[in-house]
């Protein structure tokens, strides 16, 4: 009953409970049996949890609700069983340290039979005084932070394990030396043994490329067949890409989402990369990376450079699939495959990824208004089966008119504990869902913590409009350059319910933010910025 002085200067409701406890004894004769003392001290506690436990008693917590239950704690701890309510902490140590009976603190005529029990029954006290002893260890500070770290393991995003790149800075200087062979080394010339011309990989006609991706590279939805740059960490392939990305003093990445109203890229997005590259020559080729970033898969993206006469060897990466997949060239020295995947990507964006359940999920949640009230069974969407891959969900649009917005598709999936990135594209055509850290914006700070490369040396080209992840790419510290007229249609339409703020209200100017004209115009834009 806790320490006290006069019951005339207790509070109402605690001197009423220790008058009624006096009357009990009385009324039962149990002097000499009950200690009631009106003060103990701290060492006194477990002389008297012993003393219980010696005669073998029981000790009982009948409170209407009790937060923790440190007392339960000591009691276990000296051997003794328990009866406590069961309401509140109790339970949870009842679970864990299995010593004793949980009864309703509004009965108590449960409480007489589990004390009546446990005293009666001389078996089941020892059985709940061994589980106390042997289970209390679950209650110490040793265990508790050992259970803390173990749930922080298995909560925490699991980084993969990248070799390390500082050998890179020690060697800086030699790599540097060695720029002026690579010119000698990209022309690959390599004599025949038997007669058979041997040619570099950078000699591959167009068709001949699409074969060694279709072959090797992301084809399959399980990664299987797939050239990953996880295979090559520990070779000559990882040292050269490193060694290349990271003298990139500037990147200038190409995220311009202009497309037919089939969904096909139309010659913008060529003509800005031809003006790029002109642009690129003046502010110095070798130090300026280029970066494509696209909703298309990379066969579509490979077609389409093709199709413009432009190698993808002149790009240090390509962004695909909006950002679910990652693909570096190889230079004039790398036999094999053309493209490599970057497998560490995958493993990074793989936190939480729902896969296959989750396209279970979708495929219950994508339908119109009007199958909702039955007056149709036609759906706005449809699975793309050609173009999905291991990390990216991909949908053909039928009817964009009736297509759920950005935001009812999240709320969705939220509200079945999925969290991922959805994605309307390609003119309102494909829709792609993606892990929640994937996005052609994460993508750059990807590379960022991957390869070392500054995001404030990063110039990113955009559309006034585009894909619905367009917002997330005029954010952040790298320069941004909007070029208008170069995107005619975009996906605004399907970002946001009507109630949310629109396009317009976005603020697209800023100290990041440079505006061109026209596609002509880019490189005097990216001059404003220095």
Not at 381 to 389: F, L, M, P, Q, Y
Request: net charge negative; with cysteine; aromatic share 6%.
């Amino acid at each position: 009953m806790g320490n006290r002085d006069d019951i005339d200067m207790m509070s109402g409701g605690n001197a009423e409970v220790l008058v009624q406890v006096l009357k009990l004894i009385d009324k039962y004769d149990l002097y000499g049996q009950v200690a009631y003392p009106k003060h103990h001290k701290q060492a006194d506690v477990p002389k008297i949890y012993r003393l219980a436990a010696k005669t073998k008693g029981v000790f009982v917590n009948p409170a209407l609700a009790e937060p923790f239950g440190l007392t339960l704690i000591e009691a276990a701890a000296h051997g003794l069983p328990m009866v406590a309510t069961k309401n509140g902490g109790a339970v949870d140590i009842q679970k864990a340290l299995s010593n004793g009976i949980l009864v309703d603190p509004h009965n108590p005529k449960e409480i007489s039979d589990a004390l009546l029990k446990l005293v009666a029954d001389r078996d089941l006290w020892t059985e709940c005084r061994r589980n106390g002893l042997q289970n209390i260890h679950l209650y110490s500070w040793p265990e508790h932070c050992r259970t803390y770290l173990s749930r922080i393991a298995q909560c925490r995003m699991r980084h993969p394990q990248w070799q390390s790149d500082n050998f890179l800075d020690e060697n800086n200087d030699a790599d540097l030396r060695g720029d002026s062979l690579l010119d000698i080394r990209n022309k690959s010339f390599l004599f025949p043994l038997e007669g058979d011309k041997l040619t570099s990989s950078n000699s591959k006609s167009p068709a001949g490329l699409l074969k060694v991706i279709e072959e090797c590279g992301g084809k399959d939805s399980n990664g299987d067949s797939v050239s990953g740059m996880g295979e090559k960490n520990n070779g000559m392939y990882y040292n050269r890409k490193i060694a290349g990305l990271r003298r990139r003093t500037k990147l200038i990445v190409i995220a311009v989402d202009s497309y037919d109203s089939s969904g096909q890229p139309d010659d913008m997005a060529l003509r800005v990369i031809n003006c790029i590259k002109a642009a690129r020559n003046d502010i110095g080729a070798r130090t300026t990376g280029l970066i494509l970033s696209t909703a298309l898969s990379v066969k579509e993206a490979v077609n389409m450079l093709s199709c413009g006469g432009i190698s993808v060897h002149e790009f240090d990466c390509l962004i695909v699939s909006s950002g679910s997949e990652l693909y570096y060239p190889s230079s004039g020295e790398d036999a094999g495959s053309d493209l490599h995947v970057d497998a560490d990507y995958y493993s990074h964006i793989d936190y939480r990824w729902g896969g296959e359940g989750l396209r279970r999920t979708l495929g219950t949640i994508f339908y119109t208004p009007e199958q909702e009230g039955g007056r149709s069974a036609e759906r706005a969407v449809s699975e793309d089966e050609e173009r999905v891959n291991s990390h990216c969900l991909a949908y053909k649009v039928l009817r964009p008119e009736a297509a759920s917005t950005v935001d009812e598709v999240r709320w969705r999936l939220r509200q079945r504990g999925l969290r991922c990135h959805v994605i309307y594209c390609q003119n309102e055509t494909r829709m792609h869902v993606i892990p929640l850290l994937a996005s052609r914006s994460q993508a750059l700070r990807y590379l960022f913590v991957r390869w070392g490369l500054d995001v404030a040396n990063m110039f990113v080209i955009v559309g006034e409009t585009g894909d619905t992840d367009h917002e997330e790419l005029l954010s952040g510290t790298h320069k941004t350059v909007v070029v208008k007229g170069a995107v005619m249609s975009g996906c605004d339409k399907l970002l946001r319910v009507s109630s949310n703020y629109a396009r317009g209200e976005v603020t697209a100017e800023g100290p990041y933010i440079s505006m061109a004209e026209n596609v002509a115009n880019i490189g005097a834009a990216m001059s404003r910025f220095s």
